[in-house]
């Protein structure tokens, strides 16, 4: 019997998207300064890493709310709620975000279904 493969939101894709963004232009900025730190601390990349980082943190925060749509129905997907791990089987007892790790097995989740039409999707 073939198993039918389950649709994704790309909800884990937000963060790695952010993560590697931010590794990169940290390299840049790395790379790109000049050999003494006097003349580094005054370029322009220098004067760029607070605001990046600033970025980086609300974008962060914003994408961990960000509603996910349903690949199923449309319908928005709570990204806060008591969910149960798919690997222990357990509640987690409080509202937690999906990308979020399991209180009990420490796993994070890849899946998640919609309250609407009981579809699981991937995160």
Not at 19 to 44: H, K
Not at 47 to 61: A, C, E, N, R
Not at 84 to 99: A, H, P, T, V
Request: proline share 2%; net charge positive; aromatic share 16%.
């Amino acid at each position: 019997m073939e198993e039918k493969s389950l649709k994704s939101v790309y909800f884990h894709f937000r963060f790695k998207f952010l993560a590697v963004t931010s590794i990169s232009f940290l390299l840049y900025v790395i790379l790109s300064g000049s050999g003494e730190f006097s003349q580094f601390a005054s370029s322009i990349q220098f004067k760029l890493i607070g605001p990046f980082f600033v970025f980086t943190g609300i974008s962060f925060l914003i994408f961990r709310r960000f509603p996910i749509k349903c690949p199923g129905c449309s319908a928005l997907v709570a990204t806060k709620k008591d969910w149960e791990c798919n690997y222990c089987l357990k509640s987690q007892g409080k509202e937690r975000y999906l990308i979020d790790r399991c209180v009990h097995c420490r796993q994070v989740q890849t899946t998640a279904s919609c309250e609407l039409c009981k579809e699981e999707f991937l995160l």
